[in-house]
C-alpha cells in the first residue's frame, strides 16, 4: 500500500514537472510591435484606490498609440479621479469617467469594466489593471496575438518585495505546472489584468456579469 502511495506522489510530481518544463519553452511571449492604424484599440482601465500606481502606469499607457485611454474612477477614496487627470493632462486620447454604485446581480470589477466597454469608441477593448506597467509596443504585440481571434489574455510579469514573493512564486508555479499551454487555451483559461476582446465578442457574454 505505501509502495502505490509514494509512486502516485511521484508519478503527480513527474506530471506537474513536465508541465512545467514544457510551459516554460513553449509558454508563447508577446513581442512589441508598433500599434496598427487596425482595428482600433480602447484601453480600459478600472481604478479603485489607484491613484499612486495610475502615476507610474498611466503615462505609458497614453504612449502606446491606443484610440483611446479610458480611466474609470470606481468610488475611490485616495484621489484617484485627481491624479489620472495631472498625469494625463490635456492628452487628446485621454477620458476619465465617474463610476456608478454596483446595481444587484454585479461583482465589482465586471461592472466597472461594463461601464468602460459601454463608453469605449474602439473595435478592440483592452482590459488593463491600474497596476499593469506596460512595456513600449505592448499594445501592437498584443492586437497581433488577437489576430483571428475573438480575445487574447495577457500574464504580465510579476515585479514584487520579499513580503509578497513567497505567495506570488506559489501560484506561478500553481498556474505553469498545472496543464501544458494548448490545454491552458483550450479550457479558455484567461489572466484578468489584461484582457483583449473583440468588441462584438465581449458585448455577446453580456458583459459578465459574475
Not at 488593463?128 to 495577457?154: F, N, P, Q, R
Request: one cysteine or more.
Amino acid at each position: 500500500m505505501s509502495g502505490d502511495f509514494f509512486f502516485g506522489v511521484f508519478l503527480f510530481l513527474l506530471l506537474r514537472w513536465l508541465a512545467l518544463l514544457f510551459n516554460l519553452l513553449a509558454f508563447p511571449r508577446l513581442r512589441p510591435h508598433p500599434t496598427p492604424p487596425r482595428p482600433t484599440a480602447s484601453l480600459l482601465v478600472p481604478a479603485r484606490n489607484e491613484a499612486e500606481n495610475l502615476k507610474k502606469t498611466l503615462p505609458v499607457l497614453l504612449r502606446q498609440g491606443a484610440l483611446e485611454v479610458l480611466v474609470l474612477d470606481d468610488l475611490s477614496e485616495d484621489g484617484t479621479a485627481q491624479a489620472a487627470l495631472e498625469v494625463a493632462g490635456h492628452h487628446p486620447a485621454f477620458r476619465l469617467l465617474r463610476g456608478t454604485p454596483l446595481p444587484p446581480g454585479w461583482t465589482g470589477k465586471n461592472w466597472a469594466c461594463f461601464q468602460l466597454a459601454q463608453e469605449a469608441r474602439g473595435e478592440v477593448l483592452v482590459f488593463t489593471d491600474a497596476d499593469v506597467l506596460w512595456e513600449e509596443g505592448a499594445l501592437g504585440g498584443l492586437l497581433e496575438a488577437l489576430e483571428g481571434k475573438e480575445m487574447v489574455s495577457a500574464l504580465p510579469r510579476q515585479e514584487v518585495d520579499l513580503r509578497e514573493g513567497a505567495l506570488v512564486a506559489f501560484v506561478m508555479n500553481g498556474l505553469f505546472s498545472f496543464l501544458p499551454h494548448p490545454l491552458l487555451e483550450g479550457l479558455r483559461v484567461a489572466n484578468g489584468q489584461v484582457l483583449a476582446f473583440r468588441r462584438e465578442a465581449y458585448l455577446a457574454l453580456g458583459g459578465t456579469r459574475r
